[in-house]
C-alpha cells in the first residue's frame, strides 16, 4: 500500500485560492490515477477531482473552472490548485490512489481507491 500525506491547507478569505499537496511514498505512483475528495463537517465525503495515469483529469460540477488536478509522477506528488474560493469550499480534503490507472466514472466510487491520506483542512471565511 502507498502512503498519502496532504500539505498545503489553511484559512483564507472569499475569492483566494490554495495549492494542495499530495505526497506519496510506497509503491509505484506513475501507474494509479489520483483523486482528491473532501468533508464538511457533518456532511458525507464527496469527490472534488481526479487525474490518471496518462493525465486525464475530471471535475466535480461546483469546482469545474476553479479547481486544476495534476501530477508529478518523478516527485510522487498530485496536486490540487483551487481558486474563487467559497465558504463552501471549507472541509478537510483528502487525497486518494485509485486501484487503477483510470477513473471508471466520474464521480469515481471510494471503493475504487485503496490508499487515502488523513487530510488537510481548508477554511475559507466570508
Known amino acids: 500500500q502507498v502512503q498519502l500525506v496532504e500539505s498545503g491547507g489553511g484559512l483564507v478569505q472569499t475569492g483566494g485560492s490554495l495549492k494542495l499537496s499530495c505526497a506519496a511514498s510506497g509503491r509505484t505512483f506513475s501507474n494509479r490515477a489520483m483523486a482528491w475528495f473532501r468533508q464538511a463537517p457533518g456532511k458525507e465525503r464527496m469527490f472534488v477531482a481526479a487525474?490518471?495515469?496518462?493525465?486525464?483529469?475530471t471535475y466535480e460540477d461546483s469546482v469545474t473552472g476553479r479547481s486544476t488536478i495534476s501530477r508529478d509522477n518523478a516527485k510522487k506528488t498530485a496536486y490540487l490548485q483551487m481558486s474563487g474560493l467559497k465558504p463552501e469550499d471549507t472541509a478537510v480534503y483528502h487525497c486518494?490512489?485509485?486501484?487503477?490507472?483510470?477513473?471508471?466514472?466520474?464521480?469515481?466510487?471510494?471503493?475504487?481507491?485503496?490508499?487515502w491520506g488523513q487530510g488537510t483542512q481548508v477554511t475559507v471565511s466570508s
Open positions: 487525474i490518471n495515469a496518462i493525465g486525464g483529469m
Open positions: 486518494a490512489q485509485s486501484l487503477l490507472p483510470y477513473i471508471t466514472t466520474s464521480p469515481p466510487p471510494a471503493q475504487e481507491f485503496d490508499s
